[in-house]
């Protein structure tokens, strides 16, 4: 879990800033955390650790690029309609009540984590976070860990 969400994300930011800065026009770096980068749930520890490492690498690459015009943020999404979340150990963990819990049963359940009534979000909602940050609109926006989490982070 370190190795690939923590260290990965450190050894791809540090390969790819010589190139970024060859190009002497800054750009945007934008880090994929999660709301566990935020705050912490239970029975995870080496995601959550992991995922928290991931904000304090953005904030420190965000200070030392900085001067380069090279923005640095994070996107924290929720639950996401995809393979990682949709999936029977996911709903299984969430339902441990129901012997073949299904999506619905996972909805009603995630749904519970979130201020909007909805138990997931979709892909397209954290590309769309991605491509704000990517694009001239967020030109001074950086060091920002951007949420997109259905208001996982007012629970």
């Known amino acids: 879990m370190i190795d690939i969400n923590l260290s990965g994300v450190w050894k791809s930011v540090k390969a790819g800033v010589p190139h970024i800065l060859s190009g002497?026009?800054?750009?945007?770096?934008?880090?994929?955390?999660?709301v566990g980068g935020l705050k912490s749930h239970a029975h995870m520890g080496p995601y959550i650790a992991a995922k928290h490492g991931v904000v304090g690498l953005m904030r420190s690459f965000a200070v030392e690029l900085g001067q380069h015009f090279v923005r640095v943020n994070s996107v924290h999404p929720t639950n996401v309609n995809s393979p990682m979340f949709m999936h029977e150990a996911t709903m299984k963990m969430f339902r441990p009540d129901l012997e073949n819990p299904g999506p619905e049963d996972l909805r009603a359940a995630a749904q519970t984590m979130h201020v909007l009534p909805i138990g997931w979000v979709e892909p397209e909602d954290i590309s769309n976070a991605v491509l704000f940050l990517a694009s001239d609109e967020s030109r001074y926006v950086t060091g920002l860990p951007l949420t997109v989490d259905a208001g996982s982070m007012l629970k």
């Open 24 to 34: 002497e026009q800054g750009g945007s770096i934008i880090l994929t955390s999660s």
